[in-house]
């Protein structure tokens, strides 16, 4: 019976595997968690329950629909891991008959809106703290059943911060170097007529569209127009997202019968001045919209491809909008079209033989485009003869290929400006895909470029399944609500694994050149840069971090030589130029060492970021001719007094390296004797930025000392305060011209320097480079250190100098010598440089850890001093606040 045989082994045995007929492969039936999300995404377009905002706090909706609590990630200082924070001890807690349905930030991540269960916005602020919010003024209507569920929301851009925002191109790798091309896209999107306002776009199922604005003084205002009036469907709606665009806004929306609707709005804005006498001139603002029908499609259904298997084609036709949203085009992309995505989801049923088994989404995407009528020969005479009769160009949607998935897509995210978008799916993936045809992202071994996160090597690695995520600005973190209801933190890994050489390899520098890219642009767009750090491991080596740091320096152009002449008459712009300062930031960011202690650039960076905010306090609050409140300048008297301690710290050193040679000693004497405690005095002087600022803040405490002694005291208290500071400076031991002719002798050497060794513009930097990042002084500028910390320099110096005094001077408070502990007990709020009492309400830094007083909680703003009231905003390292638990 061999022919029995063969037939029956064909049928069953081990060829049917062979010729390709194995069993198919059943999936596991979705969980109870992920049903619940996606009937939620199909039910309405506006029900985000985990959101990041540009500043990287993460608000979520409590289960029960009841709280909005907050989470940050931070980098412990002890372990240096990075982890989330517990829930902020100020979450949003809802009115009795409320539910939280849907949180969104604003677009510079200022402002929070939540939508309760009747479709009515509850709006909040940041009350100085990442973690905590305090509500704006806006007045609810009473509560309807009526069509009022919101099913798209939008912020607009607020101008001009968000404006002409910077972009940075792929690195490229031509022999040893690598280079990005820096660029800002020029737009003008529409925006509150106020700078600096915020306002935000809802649009109802019942086709009301709404605008809420914020005012001057005052609730915010609204305004209203429908759809209906507009011409598209009248159908009830569940999803729609907007784009801005020049001057106006596009709007799509999709409604339960499965109509795809295009519209534009314009949002006319005018203002009057107030009248009312008990308060300074300001605008109302009064707003109108206006929306026109563009063009749209009665039914929109999934194309898979032919070799799509039936089962998912099947799934497919059953499938429903899950998420719907509008691209705007990219600067690094050769397509300038916005383009509209609609995701469709389908949960498949094993147990049911009646219904698809398989679960499957997908993406349908088109290209928003114009066109100009095409006219009958006969019309063409017409138009050629008379412009004026030419036809206006039409908005049209041009299809492009679906992408199909056997899983369910729960999340899809634009990254920043950048070609590719990123999906989370219920497998616990989180993928990057290109924006030409969605191909997914994957390491190509090309260590000549640096495009992504993808391309070079990193990627989620997938634990467990998930019912909702949220991502970071710039996809490094991502925020994960799994199944069984816990929020987890999912950070990138390098998957080739760190090279732990002393000098990175370049695939290496590829990867560190994909975190200064992103960190870089996140710089420049006013968004938290502190998560892409974490994806570099504790052990990084020093010659990676040093890499990383000057590439960060060299996307965004800095820093600039401030000792040619030119720069030096325009120095006073340090104060202002806001890159320079997130630049340091950053740097100071990544130059902590295991034990938390900063390397000596770190030390550096530290002293310049706290000079330049003393310097802008003096700057605000002592002028040439106006007279200065005593309370401000009492409250600048802490920090007055950590400037001098700088001082002393300075001239100390120069002393304390002269006291035992009557001869110029040779530069590597020099520096072994300030290495001994860590003391980067050498840098301070030789490195342009730093000494921009001590410059600086010099001339400005020569302003100060003189008008605090004019100013009139209001009470008892600021008498007694005001005497103080005067007797404490009538007892300093240096005078601040004895720095200065330093400063002075260091500014002609080098630019003496620089000129002797002919080196061009890019060799400054690359020396400022040198000693910012690396900690090291060039060899063109060693000679400069010899000659300042000569007899004949520092020795003349020294000798006006009480050493008595000097000697006894306490500057152990500015932490900048290795060994040397701070005198006095409790702990010290950075930004005032004052003790806070034990039980005293505090802040945290995200950032560096320090710490400030919580002086402003609510309406407690109207007693401080107005360059506290800025100062408070940020810690001195520019990082964020978040409330102490």
């Known amino acids: ?106 677009s510079v991540g200022l402002d929070l809106v939540a939508l309760d269960q009747y479709g009515r916005p509850h709006l909040y602020q940041l009350a100085f703290a990442l973690d905590r919010v305090q509500p704006h003024t806006l007045s609810l209507p009473p509560p309807t059943d009526d069509l009022n569920t919101v099913v798209g929301l939008h912020w607009l851009p607020v101008h001009t911060i968000q404006f002409r925002p910077p972009h940075h191109s792929i690195g490229i790798r031509e022999g040893n170097e ?106 109302i603002v009064q707003a109108q919209l206006r929306v026109d029908y563009l063009c749209g499609l009665e039914t929109i259904i999934t194309q898979p491809t032919p070799d799509t298997g039936l089962d998912v084609q099947q799934a497919l036709y059953r499938s429903r909008l899950t998420n719907l949203s509008i691209l705007p085009p990219s600067p690094l992309m050769d397509s300038r079209h916005s383009q509209i995505q609609a995701t469709f989801s389908y949960a498949g049923d094993p147990y049911n033989p009646q219904n698809p088994s398989t679960s499957c989404s997908a993406i349908l995407r088109w290209d928003i485009m114009t066109e100009e009528p095409e006219l009958l020969d006969v019309f063409k005479t017409f138009k050629s003869a008379n412009a004026k009769l030419a036809p206006e160009a039409v908005t049209v949607i041009k299809r492009l290929p679906d992408m199909c998935m056997s899983k369910i897509i729960l999340h899809t995210a634009t990254v920043l400006s950048e070609p590719y978008i990123v999906l989370a799916t219920s497998d616990g993936s989180i993928d990057f895909h290109t924006r030409t045809d969605l191909q997914m992202l994957n390491p190509d071994n090309d260590d000549t470029k640096a495009s992504s996160y993808a391309q070079t090597g990193f990627a989620f690695m997938p634990t467990e399944k998930y019912c909702d995520v949220a991502l970071t600005p710039d996809a490094s973190v991502a925020a994960a609500l799994t199944n069984d209801g816990r929020i987890v933190l999912k950070i990138m890994e390098y998957l080739p694994g760190w090279d732990d050489s002393d000098t990175p390899d370049y695939r290496t520098q590829a990867a560190l050149c994909t975190i200064a890219r992103s960190v870089a642009t996140l710089a420049g767009l006013v968004i938290s840069a502190d998560e ?32 040619l002449e030119e720069n030096r008459k325009m120095s006073g712009r340090i104060l202002r130029d806001s890159v320079l300062a997130k630049t340091l930031s950053t740097h100071l960011f990544a130059s902590y060492s295991q034990n938390h202690t900063l390397d000596l650039p770190g030390k550096v960076v530290w002293i310049s970021l706290n000079l330049r905010l003393i310097a802008s306090s003096i700057a605000a609050t002592v002028t040439p001719k106006d007279p200065s409140k005593a309370d401000a300048v009492i409250a600048l008297g802490p920090s007055v007094k950590w400037c001098i301690d ?15 040679s009557a001869a110029p000693i040779p530069y590597t004497t020099l520096t072994q004797v300030l290495a001994r405690t860590g003391s980067p005095t050498i840098l301070l002087l030789l490195s342009s930025t730093p000494r921009a600022l001590l410059r600086m803040t010099l001339e400005l405490l020569k302003m100060y000392f003189p008008k605090m002694a004019q100013c009139t005291p209001t009470s008892i208290h600021q008498r007694v305060a005001i005497q103080e500071l005067m007797t404490y400076s009538r007892t ?90 701070r005198k006095g007990q409790g702990r010290l709020d950075v930004v005032r440089k004052t003790q806070v009492a034990e039980g005293t309400r505090v802040r945290v830094c995200k950032r560096c850890g320090s710490l400030m007083e919580d002086v402003w909680v609510g309406q407690e703003r109207q007693g401080l001093p107005a360059w506290l009231q800025h100062a408070q905003r940020n810690c001195v390292c520019l990082g964020y606040w978040m409330v102490e638990a």
């Not at 040093?546 to 965004?556: D, E, N, T």
């Not at 002075?744 to 061009?760: C, H, I, M």
């Open 1 to 106: 019976m061999p022919y029995m045989d063969d037939a029956m082994l064909d049928l069953f045995g081990e060829d049917a595997v062979n010729d390709g007929l194995a069993a198919l492969q059943v999936q596991d039936p979705e969980s109870a968690a992920v049903l619940q999300r996606l009937d939620q995404l199909q039910t309405s377009g506006c029900c985000q329950h985990l959101t990041w905002s540009k500043n990287a706090t993460l608000a979520y909706i409590s289960a029960d629909g009841r709280t909005i609590n907050f989470r940050l990630v931070v980098r412990d200082p002890e372990t240096l891991l990075w982890a989330f924070t517990s829930d902020s001890p100020a979450p949003i807690t809802a009115q009795d008959d409320v539910q939280f349905v849907h949180v969104q930030w604003s």
């Open 178 to 283: 690598w280079s990005n091309k820096m660029g800002a896209t020029n737009i003008d999107w529409p925006h509150h007529l106020i700078d600096g306002k915020s306002a935000f776009l809802m649009l109802t199922e019942s086709h009301v569209l709404k605008l809420y604005y914020q005012q001057d003084f005052g609730p915010w205002s609204e305004a209203s127009a429908s759809l209906w009036e507009s011409g598209g469907t009248e159908e009830i709606l569940t999803h729609a997202a907007f784009s801005d665009e020049n001057k106006c806004l596009h709007l799509v929306t999709y409604s339960s019968h499965g109509a795809l609707s295009l519209y534009k709005v314009t949002i006319d804005w005018s203002s009057s001045q107030s009248k009312d006498p008990t308060r300074p001139p300001f605008q």
């Open 532 to 563: 892409p750090f974490a994806l570099l491991p504790l052990s990084l080596p020093q010659a990676h971090r040093h890499f990383l740091i000057k590439q960060i320096y060299r996307m965004l152009q800095r820093p600039f030589d401030f000792t």
């Open 646 to 660: 700088l001082c002393v710290h300075i001239l100390d050193d120069l002393a304390e390296t002269t006291k035992h």
């Open 732 to 821: 300093l031991p240096v005078k601040l011209p004895h720095l200065e002719s330093v400063l002075v002798e260091v500014d002609s050497g080098v630019r003496q320097a620089y000129n002797s060794a002919k080196l061009s513009q890019s060799g400054r930097v690359d020396s400022e480079l040198r000693m910012l990042v690396e900690g090291e002084v060039p060899e063109a500028l060693q000679v400069v250190v010899e000659h300042v910390f000569s007899p004949k320099i520092a020795g003349k110096v020294v000798e006006s100098i009480d050493r008595g005094a000097l000697w006894g001077w306490d500057t152990s408070g500015l932490g900048i010598r290795d060994g040397v502990a």
